[in-house]
């Protein structure tokens, strides 16, 4: 199984972006999809994610202005990031864990680059 990340970009502060996801492989389920950010000099931190039946999950600090969303027909994860801070600038993984073909499990994208200027 493999992720492709897309929507990433250079945005002024208080803008918006879509950052989508998209496994592909032969997968019979998908459990969890989520979204990582690492900063420069920081750790990577959980950001969003949100499991088979919708229940989400938020890093207090993206509370109100990230929104997770998944079309499970596609396999698709999407992050819509509102209301951007200088903050939020990072490199945003998605994650995923499931079972295809070859058993369980969990992969990681290849990082989208969001940049937030003033």
């Known amino acids: 199984v493999q992720l492709q990340a897309s929507g990433g970009g250079l945005v002024q502060a208080g803008g918006s972006l879509r950052l989508s996801c998209a496994a592909s492989?032969?997968?019979?389920?998908?459990?969890?999809m989520g979204w990582y950010r690492q900063a420069p000099g920081k750790q990577r931190e959980l950001v969003a994610n949100?499991?088979?039946?919708?229940?989400?999950n938020f890093v207090d600090s993206v509370k109100g202005r990230f929104t997770i969303s998944r079309d499970n027909a596609k396999n698709t994860v999407y992050l819509e990031v509102n209301s951007l801070k200088l903050e939020d600038t990072a490199v945003y993984y998605c994650?995923?864990?499931?079972?295809?073909?070859?058993?369980?499990?969990?992969?990681w994208g290849q990082g989208t680059q969001v940049t937030v200027s003033s």
């Open positions: 994650n995923a864990e499931g079972i295809s073909s070859g058993g369980l499990f969990n992969v």
């Open positions: 949100i499991a088979s039946g919708g229940r989400t």
């Open positions: 492989g032969i997968i019979f389920s998908m459990n969890n």
